[in-house]
């Protein structure tokens, strides 16, 4: 089987993230990046997959030339191999042009199943596993907290609010999953000393038969008209117990709809 | 604080940033709960283990990671950190692999080294006994001959990890005198083998300490390692490198401590000053950091002298000590920094001076570690 996993590089969230003034798009230099955490789980859940199924797995990245680090990471995990979707023309592109990207190179890849997470900690748009299932034609099992496959069907459970739903569908099929789907493993040496010498293949725009006119700022559908900085928190309010505290911690909370 | 380390190539720096990654995820998130409530990191080690954590300084071929110890030992260092307790374990463990990966026949590493370096099995090592610790020449635990292999009868002390792991580098009397003591890897499991309550220590809760009672056990004669006798001399040599294990653990312990002193200091203001804008404490603060760094250089060297292949015995002594010493300083200063919120169970710090003190006992106490230096000088 043949696995490909999106994963994306995103500011640590520990850290103070930015937006550049001059083209109101997300600082990458800021910050350090990360592994956007869900994609840590889509990793795993590829591995696992993986030892079950056999087959490949391949990691996917689109981003700058930074995002090597993350590739590196899942690498590390013990992916495969890794394709890297890298082109000063893809910057700034927002969730339309951005699927429109991945899944032109994930034509390019070929693949049995793609996994992701199912949101990523920067922009947290939520839907690029719908958009990149509606771009390749391929059914779409979201938030999925189970995987099963058997032969080409695959089974997920897929997390609502009130439990969860039971989905079938027949690969090739898009996967996005959530945290409750498992732990995910740390790399070990050996396997940070083995990423160095797995193959990377860095795909452009015109390798990847990605339109110039379809992605990048320019081209967005959707546009960052102002921003301003979270201002900062107003010191809380204290409540000195003498002998009202209580009800006056209800109060409080009432008054703020709470209780 | 983050230590800037000085590392010989990229492998190790990755290898350092793992360690912390781990460190901090799975070691100081879970050290206050196990330590306050004595409860065993259950998984912890399988961890490790999987990280590749848990064989570092041994050759590749058997699974280890063939790392130096200038390497393994700052790896240590970041676990000790975060929570002595395991790093000591780790550091045991590594330890206990020692007499194998150093003595054992091909046949007998085969077996054995690679699920010990990977961590499926974890090591405990068992020289001490109730009347033989500094003086280990004087063991009594027997191990007699016997059709298939040897059987073990004695009572052996301050096992770490005791009754927990699934070896340990056991050593038993074949036959008089200091060249009638032998190495066995012996099996946790095996039948006529008990171990006594766990003893209830000044610190390092969260990983027993036991005695080992050996019943008229059998073990195996494959798992004789090394020559009949030649037991002592594979003691002492595992002991050179797992002083610098120690030495390593009392360094990171010492910097946990010279970091969360540092970081009160910045905090807690007293006559309209942050404290460590007092001279008194801001000196008081300043030796406790040139110990610190005192201490690592100390090991660094020994294990450099070690990996080059340079006689390293008088030198792993003296970093055992030097380290475990200023540990002992180190943390107690970090008490006094913190007044008496420092003599209070809310602060690490408490937790730390406890833990620096076996530090200057176990593993040859400080006092055989100048017996040691002074033995090289008389030479």
């Given at each position: 089987?043949?696995?490909?996993?999106?994963?994306?590089?995103?500011?640590?969230?520990?850290?103070?993230?930015?937006?550049?003034?001059?083209?109101?798009?997300?600082?990458?230099?800021?910050?350090?990046?990360?592994?956007?955490?869900?994609?840590?789980?889509?990793?795993?859940?590829?591995l696992?997959?993986?030892?079950?199924?056999?087959?490949?797995?391949?990691?996917?990245?689109?981003?700058?030339?930074?995002?090597?680090?993350?590739?590196?990471?899942?690498?590390?995990?013990?992916?495969?191999?890794?394709?890297?979707?890298?082109?000063?023309?893809?910057h700034?592109?927002?969730?339309?042009?951005?699927?429109?990207?991945?899944?032109?190179?994930?034509?390019?890849?070929?693949?049995?199943?793609?996994?992701?997470?199912?949101?990523?900690?920067?922009?947290?748009?939520?839907?690029?596993?719908?958009?990149?299932?509606?771009?390749?034609?391929?059914?779409?099992?979201?938030l999925?907290?189970?995987?099963?496959?058997?032969?080409?069907?695959?089974?997920?459970?897929?997390?609502?609010?009130?439990?969860?739903?039971?989905?079938?569908?027949?690969?090739?099929?898009?996967?996005?999953?959530?945290?409750?789907?498992?732990?995910?493993?740390?790399?070990?040496?050996?396997?940070?000393?083995?990423?160095?010498?797995?193959?990377?293949?860095?795909?452009?725009?015109?390798?990847?038969?990605?339109?110039?006119?379809?992605?990048?700022?320019?081209?967005?559908?959707?546009?960052?008209?102002?921003?301003?900085?979270?201002p900062?928190?107003?010191?809380?309010?204290?409540?000195?117990?003498?002998?009202?505290?209580?009800?006056?911690?209800?109060?409080?909370?009432?008054?703020?709809?709470?209780? | 604080?983050?230590?800037e380390?000085?590392?010989?190539?990229?492998?190790?720096?990755?290898?350092?940033?793992?360690?912390?990654?781990?460190?901090?995820k799975?070691?100081?998130?879970?050290?206050?709960?196990?330590?306050?409530?004595?409860?065993?990191?259950?998984?912890?080690?399988?961890?490790?283990?999987?990280?590749?954590?848990?064989?570092?300084?041994?050759?590749?071929?058997?699974?280890?990671s063939?790392?130096?110890?200038e390497?393994?030992?700052?790896?240590?260092?970041?676990?000790?950190?975060?929570?002595?307790?395991?790093?000591?374990?780790?550091?045991?463990?590594?330890l206990?692999?020692f007499?194998?990966?150093?003595?054992?026949?091909?046949?007998?590493?085969?077996?054995?080294?690679?699920?010990?370096?990977?961590?499926?099995?974890?090591?405990?090592?068992?020289?001490?006994?109730p009347?033989?610790?500094?003086?280990?020449?004087?063991?009594?635990?027997?191990?007699?001959?016997?059709?298939?292999?040897?059987r073990?009868?004695?009572?052996?002390?301050?096992?770490?990890?005791?009754?927990?792991?699934?070896?340990?580098?056991?050593?038993?009397?074949?036959?008089?005198?200091?060249?009638?003591?032998?190495?066995?890897?012996?099996?946790?499991?095996?039948?006529?083998?008990?171990?006594?309550?766990?003893?209830?220590?000044?610190?390092?809760?969260?990983?027993?300490?036991?005695?080992?009672?050996?019943?008229?056990?059998?073990?195996?004669?494959?798992?004789?390692?090394?020559?009949?006798?030649?037991?002592?001399?594979?003691?002492?040599?595992?002991?050179?490198?797992?002083?610098?294990?120690?030495?390593?653990?009392?360094?990171?312990?010492?910097?946990?401590?010279?970091?969360?002193?540092?970081?009160?200091?910045?905090?807690?203001?007293?006559?309209?000053?942050?404290?460590?804008?007092?001279?008194?404490?801001?000196?008081?603060?300043?030796?406790?950091?040139?110990?610190?760094?005192?201490?690592?250089?100390?090991?660094?060297?020994?294990?450099?002298?070690?990996?080059?292949?340079?006689?390293?015995?008088?030198?792993?002594?003296?970093?055992?000590?030097v380290?475990?010493?200023?540990?002992?300083?180190?943390?107690?200063d970090?008490?006094?920094?913190?007044?008496?919120?420092?003599?209070?169970?809310?602060?690490?710090?408490?937790?730390?001076?406890?833990?620096?003190?076996?530090?200057?006992?176990?593993?040859?106490?400080?006092?055989?570690?100048?017996?040691?230096?002074?033995?090289?000088?008389?030479r």
């Amino acid at each position: 089987m043949n696995i490909v996993v999106c994963v994306k590089q995103v500011p640590d969230t520990a850290t103070e993230r930015k937006l550049r003034s001059e083209d109101k798009t997300l600082d990458r230099d800021a910050a350090d990046g990360v592994v956007n955490e869900l994609d840590e789980y889509a990793v795993e859940e590829a591995l696992r997959l993986k030892e079950a199924h056999g087959g490949e797995v391949t990691v996917l990245s689109m981003g700058p030339a930074k995002a090597t680090e993350t590739i590196r990471k899942a690498l590390a995990m013990g992916a495969d191999k890794a394709v890297h979707l890298h082109d000063d023309a893809l910057h700034g592109s927002d969730a339309l042009g951005t699927s429109y990207a991945v899944s032109q190179a994930l034509k390019k890849i070929g693949f049995d199943l793609v996994i992701l997470g199912s949101e990523s900690t920067d922009a947290r748009t939520g839907m690029l596993a719908a958009m990149l299932a509606e771009r390749l034609g391929a059914p779409q099992l979201t938030l999925a907290s189970k995987v099963e496959i058997e032969g080409t069907a695959i089974r997920v459970e897929r997390i609502t609010d009130y439990g969860y739903d039971k989905v079938e569908a027949s690969l090739p099929a898009v996967v996005s999953v959530v945290e409750k789907i498992n732990e995910p493993r740390y790399p070990s040496f050996k396997g940070i000393m083995a990423a160095k010498k797995k193959p990377v293949e860095t795909l452009g725009i015109a390798d990847a038969d990605i339109a110039a006119d379809q992605v990048g700022l320019a081209n967005s559908w959707s546009e960052v008209v102002d921003f301003a900085a979270a201002p900062p928190r107003a010191a809380g309010t204290v409540i000195k117990d003498e002998g009202d505290g209580g009800a006056r911690a209800a109060e409080f909370l009432a008054s703020k709809k709470f209780i | 604080m983050t230590v800037e380390r000085l590392l010989p190539g990229q492998d190790a720096r990755d290898l350092i940033e793992l360690t912390r990654e781990i460190a901090d995820k799975e070691l100081a998130r879970r050290a206050d709960e196990h330590e306050r409530a004595e409860t065993y990191p259950e998984g912890l080690f399988a961890t490790l283990g999987s990280a590749g954590l848990l064989g570092l300084p041994y050759p590749e071929e058997y699974g280890g990671s063939g790392q130096p110890y200038e390497v393994y030992l700052q790896v240590i260092e970041e676990l000790a950190a975060r929570w002595a307790a395991v790093a000591v374990a780790v550091s045991v463990h590594t330890l206990a692999c020692f007499p194998l990966a150093a003595y054992g026949t091909a046949e007998q590493r085969e077996r054995w080294l690679p699920d010990m370096l990977a961590g499926r099995l974890i090591g405990g090592y068992s020289l001490s006994e109730p009347q033989a610790g500094s003086d280990a020449a004087a063991l009594a635990c027997k191990a007699e001959k016997t059709e298939g292999g040897y059987r073990i009868t004695g009572t052996k002390a301050w096992i770490t990890h005791g009754g927990r792991a699934d070896f340990y580098a056991l050593f038993a009397r074949t036959g008089p005198g200091p060249r009638g003591v032998s190495c066995f890897l012996a099996p946790g499991a095996a039948e006529g083998l008990t171990f006594g309550r766990p003893e209830e220590k000044m610190g390092l809760h969260a990983i027993p300490t036991t005695t080992a009672h050996w019943d008229g056990a059998l073990i195996e004669a494959d798992r004789l390692v090394g020559a009949e006798g030649q037991g002592l001399s594979i003691a002492f040599g595992a002991l050179d490198s797992g002083r610098l294990g120690i030495a390593a653990c009392a360094t990171g312990l010492a910097q946990a401590a010279l970091d969360e002193a540092v970081a009160y200091a910045k905090e807690r203001e007293t006559f309209g000053k942050k404290i460590i804008d007092h001279q008194g404490l801001g000196f008081l603060l300043a030796d406790m950091a040139a110990g610190v760094d005192a201490a690592r250089a100390t090991y660094i060297d020994a294990a450099r002298r070690r990996d080059a292949g340079l006689p390293y015995s008088r030198q792993a002594s003296v970093a055992k000590l030097v380290a475990t010493d200023t540990a002992m300083r180190v943390t107690t200063d970090a008490v006094q920094v913190f007044g008496g919120y420092g003599y209070t169970r809310e602060f690490r710090v408490e937790r730390y001076m406890r833990e620096a003190k076996i530090m200057q006992i176990f593993e040859g106490t400080n006092q055989i570690q100048r017996l040691v230096i002074s033995r090289h000088l008389a030479r």
